[in-house]
């Protein structure tokens, strides 16, 4: 056992857990999530807890994907089968992100340009979805997160 154990690595009787797969996406999601913030703060010219959420750049759920499927690569190959479900995780979650998302984001403008005139109305959430350099920039996050994580911690 004393061999097999290693930095990220648990091993048991039957059992190989390699947290890398744990650590790497939410390692994404934390830069990315860091960098929209100072990004939003920046354009802002001040502190930007309110941005925080859905939409802007980098897109959280495009590098957390992207950083699970590089993984994947770099660890097993492009030809494991994990390989092959991540990458279409990948591309269900960017597309919605540019389409359905997005498409959201326009309805609730629109709702709250009609519900202007009623006190009472709640404003909707107009950042929802993300543009194509948006995800591009999540997906570039999450290729060099878990580049990072491999040359830190070995394969």
């Not at 991540?86 to 609730?108: E, P, W, Y």
Request: charged fraction near 15%; hydrophobic fraction near 55%.
């Amino acid at each position: 056992m004393g061999d097999r154990l290693r930095l990220g690595i648990v091993a048991s009787e039957s059992v190989i857990m390699d947290f890398t797969y744990i650590f790497t996406p939410f390692l994404a999601w934390l830069v990315a999530g860091v960098s929209k913030f100072i990004i939003n703060s920046l354009k802002a010219r001040q502190l930007s807890f309110g941005l925080i959420g859905y939409g802007g750049l980098p897109s959280n759920h495009s590098a957390i994907v992207s950083s699970t499927a590089t993984l994947i690569v770099l660890k097993e190959g492009i030809a494991h089968p994990a390989f092959g479900v991540a990458i279409t995780l990948a591309f269900i979650v960017m597309l919605d992100a540019n389409s359905l998302r997005r498409q959201v984001g326009k309805h609730a403008e629109a709702i709250n340009r009609l519900a202007n005139v009623d006190l009472e109305h709640r404003l909707l959430r107009e950042r929802m979805g993300h543009t194509f350099l948006e995800i591009l920039a999540g997906l570039v996050v999450g290729v060099v997160v878990a580049a990072s994580v491999i040359l830190l911690f070995g394969k």
